[in-house]
């Protein structure tokens, strides 16, 4: 056959060091749930096809990973269908399943689905990958993992101060000093959109919001303006762009702005909570950052949004990010579970270790002694050497055939082992072993235990 | 909407304790992999079609899950293929990549693609999902972990030797003590059946082999003869039946029967030079028998067979197996690559280690503390505490919401935290914390020290 191997595009292959690298996040990030209180749970890689079309909205059902019937698949089609051909018309006719897109959508399916098992207000992690047809690009890829951590079940501001907590502590665990967790909250913005004028352009004026920083004021408000928002409305607006000082200064600006809007007065609440909890607690090394125009997802979250930036100096996208949502189970029948969750952005945060070099060394370790093959004999009595090393735990090899001296040694340093065990003639009379350290070139000739001592 | 929710048939929700369990057996098998010297490779879940299909037989092409191509992927299709309405032709024109269903074949893909980047032998693990459309029942899915640990790049005999120790290593780390790890060698049976004269029957001959256990020498006979297997071939074979005594008297006896056989013989060496390194070596809890019956996967090995019985009493298939393959790369156009690997399965091994009892208890404690909450100001203080206990590794939460007592109480005891920490007026006043033991009802106020130390 001699096919030319690949991968589906934006797909990857990870070898040894790139898997110890992440999981290693994986790992700081799991422990860090656990402590706070959440639970692994973990769902099929496909669902039932209805469980997540119409969920995210029309590019979001375009991007899901389709999963064909077996068998004789077009039986299932009407000869009218069929003759449709028509993808609308037979795609759910010949497929039923579907790759999750992410994991909140199958998280509120598991929470109606168990909600008898589970005691509410129910904390849960998950991280496993999820899937999109979106087209491949530098840092986005068909296939990627999420780790998502979420309370549903309590509308308690407490559960935002512990993941701002959460953030803190994971990246701090992760030596990446100086990210900025910035906040927001929904029920602000819809409070400046109903004093500007503009409650029912919401998105619109979000959406030109966020782009603050990129576009500069002017053309923010050129964007708001072609959009329908008044005039009148933008000169109320005009205090938002002048927002400075620190979280408590710019709060109360705001507040001066909102007045006139319960809802709006309400987020500020909120913030307010949050960031005296935050201040009283305090935090290792993460920042905490009021960001106005910060509106993710807005069509999903409720009450507080947040993302996480990483620190200044590294260009990357966000690395994190989440925020209240109120009604995430209604979709599947359980109504009014208060739910609040973020996200880690592994691959991005990957990244930003590597290009910071704050990966340890020692998570790459991998096997630290090779002993070379000189025949059967010796290499019985290697292997009796390596058993006892490995019930210490210290990762230890011999290499399989008795080749050629040089190509032994070869192999130990293209691998990156730092020592090699030799064992010859003279060894085996005296039960011993020639220790060699690959870096320095120094060599003992030791026994066991002394063996044992020096790896360990 | 109100959809009752369910997930795909074969397909499983894993609840905390049950991801909690399954990590316990997947990182005790990752320990022992590593520090034999395996190291670890992921591949993507789906592959591109081609790199699978034809690689499992039509039974197997058939069970891999196809994922439908995106956007209007009925315009690849003429307008002949599409009146053909036949699935053969039309699926490979509107799905082009596929879940992989095993870790055997993106093994061996990857190995070709990274030719240039492996040291060869490439010892590598992967523990990863597979998918197959086969059907459900009991304990067979459609989606489930493999744990497969292969060496490739040497014919070496001191591989076998290291799988074998391998396996010992890892139910032993499990506790589960009395495994029987079989081992047979294709070129035996390939042996015997030259030596019956069913050379060109010997996927027929070691079929009816395997069933001796189940049905009896006699029915064995009966079925070998229908396959054409001559009589006078039966006679020769009747020492097989009577094999007996410990692993070495089994090979003597076998000897003679293949006295006339290279490749029989050579079958014999291998086996023996096996057994008698794992003698000379030793092993801590598992017994390697000689199961001339032994045939699994014959197609594909071509030198050692394993599979591992779970011990008795136990009323459960095997638990492992593996073998040697000569030419595994081949299909992808990389000769002459000998390897050898060995599988573990997870499913099996949790229902095991559930029925005998052996999952320590500690890998399910969740949460050790719960903060009950009085209201804001008690609360605050109790997350200053939580978050002190946080940073000792000592897992705590707080109740989120001030609600009555008794729900917050019922909230501890249905998620089984063995201690709750109360916050009053007077605690307030005094810094101190009052924690009650919630299966003996003690109780007493301390502070944070004594605190982080009862919970340590």
Chains 1, 2 share one sequence.
């Not at 986005?140 to 907590?165: N, P, T």
């Not at 329908?228 to 620190?246: H, R, T, V």
């Amino acid at each position: 056959m001699g096919q030319k191997p690949s991968i589906p595009k934006g797909t990857r292959d990870f070898n040894a060091e790139e898997v110890a690298k992440r999981n290693y996040i994986f790992d700081t990030i799991k422990a860090k749930f656990e402590v706070f209180g959440f639970q692994p749970i973990e769902t099929p890689s496909f669902e039932n096809s209805e469980t997540l079309m119409g969920k995210y909205g029309d590019e979001g059902d375009r991007l899901i990973f389709k999963i064909l019937n077996s068998g004789e698949y077009l039986r299932k089609l009407s000869d009218e269908e069929f003759s449709s051909r028509y993808e609308k018309i037979i795609t759910p006719k010949i497929s039923e399943k579907a790759l999750k897109y992410d994991l909140t959508v199958p998280f509120a399916r598991y929470v109606v689905q168990h909600q008898n098992e589970i005691e509410f207000p129910f904390k849960r992690y998950q991280i496993q990958p999820v899937w999109r047809a979106d087209r491949p690009q530098k840092g986005r890829f068909r296939e990627f993992y999420q780790c998502d951590a979420d309370v549903i079940g309590s509308q308690s501001l407490f559960q935002e101060v512990e993941f701002i907590q959460l953030y803190d502590a994971v990246f701090n665990a992760l030596h990446l000093k100086g990210v900025t967790i910035k906040i927001n909250n929904r029920k602000v913005l819809s409070g400046v959109a109903e004093v500007i004028g503009a409650q029912d352009k919401l998105i619109d004026f979000t959406v030109a919001l966020d782009k603050l920083d990129k576009i500069g004021e002017v053309r923010v408000k050129e964007e708001m303006l072609s959009k329908g928002i008044p005039k009148a409305g933008l000169d109320k607006l005009q205090p938002l762009f002048e927002l400075e000082g620190d979280f408590g200064s710019q709060i109360e600006q705001l507040k001066l702005i909102l007045s006139e809007s319960k809802e709006g007065l309400n987020g500020i609440e909120e913030l307010e909570f949050v960031n005296n909890a935050i201040t009283s607690l305090g935090l290792k090394s993460a920042k905490l950052q009021f960001d106005v125009t910060l509106a993710r997802g807005l069509n999903y979250y409720t009450g507080a949004i947040f993302e996480v930036a990483a620190p200044k100096g590294v260009d990357m996208g966000s690395i994190g990010g989440g925020g209240r949502y109120d009604d995430l189970t209604g979709i599947f029948g359980l109504k009014n579970m208060s739910g609040v969750g973020i996200s880690f952005g592994l691959d991005r945060i990957y990244l930003v270790l590597e290009e910071l070099n704050l990966f340890p060394e020692t998570i790459t370790d991998a096997t630290k002694v090779l002993f070379i093959n000189f025949g059967e004999t010796e290499a019985m009595a290697c292997l009796k050497a390596v058993s006892k090393l490995r019930e210490e735990g210290i990762k230890a090899e011999l290499y399989p055939d008795d080749a050629k001296m040089k190509k032994q040694m070869t192999y130990a340093n293209r691998r990156n082992i730092p020592y090699v065990a030799l064992v010859g003639e003279e060894e085996l009379k005296t039960n011993s072993f020639t220790l060699k350290n690959m870096e320095t070139g120094d060599q003992e000739t030791i026994d066991i235990q002394l063996l044992i001592n020096r790896l360990k």
